[in-house]
């Protein structure tokens, strides 16, 4: 599948386009259909590198991830295991899969034969880094769900448009994000932390809305805390947006900046490598085959809008398409993978903690590539480490978060997942190969 497009433009309409396409091609190649008459948001991460006209070098675009996926968990399947992803929005499912397909590039590199990363470099911290020429950037088809979609939502909802319309309902200067909103409420709060999903009939999780991560990853980079032992922090330098109206545009883009970075403000004293970073935000006129807009007219944003469609008019209730999926390129293991309720398509719950049931992308493999990739610091003792002793072992990582999340941070709102959950044995879920039956089985361990 190739995830690689020469390009020979500097027009940065064409630059993005052409990266759009090159995803949609591979989504496409995938084959993968939501649900009869479902819907879905595509995300992707990519790498580019501006073509160099005086050096008469033309520039590239390289697809490492993309996902699809509308759904999270709600906060009582959160379990201690670790191999269930809680959160399956389309552009945290990219990410992790951004994520794996760095640490498979390392991988390679330190393979021992002769393969040169034409994308990462040694840094001196001895972890890894972009090339100097490269950047990092993503793609949704929408926007993306929280902060950065209220008003793009409430154009849609005469009701809510209306409040919003009243300019002294919409707090421009100062904003509040040490309180937490639940999904749409109170949409008029713009800049406002706000947790998935948007409607209050549904249970509540713990999962942040995509406006919110992505702010942050402006600020402690995609690789998160684990990614953060192997990599120098990982900004976006773009994000590329999909689906939206021109008439609407302006507002977006007020919106998008607000979200991702404006709400942030300055934070003093962040570790070496670690600043704020201020993504450009670009929208694209190519359309995604399995949006909503693409077969509705109403402009969506990355969360569960069903209210959006529970009208009178029958022929706009469409249903939400269940299963996510997310590939990453040039993986050995598997290019993708579909995932339903957290685990892989096909598995029993009782099976999941097999090795092979569980997702590429879920907290326990990544930890358990990772210890691979860094085996000599890992094994010097017999103690294997918990996830969250892992975590802590990101101390500049660790120190930026508490900047950001914690009491006198700018996003002190942060809803924080139960600790317990963190405590898993990052090789304690390894099934005993005597004991393992051949084939899925009533007495399989789990
Ligand atoms: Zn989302």
Known sequence: MPSITPLT?????GFFKTAVKTIQNIYQELGYKPQAEGWTILASFFLSRQPNIDAGTSGEVKVISLATGTK??????????????HDSHAEVLARRSALRWFFEEIQRVQSGKEFKSAWID??????????????????????????????????????????????????????????????????ARLGALRTKPGRADSPPTF??????????WNVLGIQGAIGSLLLDPLYLSTVVVGEVPEDLRETVKEDCERAFRKR?????????????????????????????????????????????????????????????IFWLSESEVASHQVVINGLKRGVAPKHRFRDKSRPLIC??????????????????????????????????????RMSLLGPNGPF????????????FAILGYQPNKDEEPEAPAETAQN
């Open 72 to 85: 999270c968990l709600k906060a009582s399947r959160n379990i201690q295991g670790g191999e269930l992803i």
């Open 363 to 400: 907290r326990l493999s990544m930890a358990q590539l990772l210890i691979q990739l860094k085996k000599p610091e890992f094994t010097k003792g017999v103690h294997q480490p918990t996830y969250q002793e892992l975590k802590d072992l990101a101390k500049d990582y660790q120190t930026a």
């Open 207 to 216: 999962c942040m809305s995509c406006s919110d991560k992505i702010a942050r």
């Open 264 to 324: 942030i403000g300055d934070i003093e004293g962040l570790p070496k490598g670690y600043s704020v970073h201020h993504p450009k935000v670009v929208f694209t006129d190519v359309s995604f085959k399995h949006s909503r807009s693409a077969s509705e007219s109403t402009p969506n944003a990355c969360n569960e809008g069903k209210h959006l469609v529970q009208r009178t008019d029958n022929t706009l209730l469409r249903k939400l398409s269940n299963p996510a």
């Open 122 to 187: 040694e840094s001196e911290d001895q972890k890894f880094k972009l090339h100097e020429d490269v950047e990092l950037n993503l793609y949704v088809s929408t926007v993306p769900c929280g902060d950065a979609s209220m008003r793009l939502i409430a154009s849609t909802q005469e009701e809510q448009m209306a409040t919003l319309k009243n300019a002294s309902a919409i707090p421009t200067t100062e904003i509040d994000t040490n309180e937490t909103s639940r999904g749409r409420d109170n949409y």
């Open 412 to 423: 002190a709102g942060w809803v924080l997942s139960n600790a317990e959950w963190q405590t």
């Open 9 to 13: 433009t500097v027009d940065e309409n």
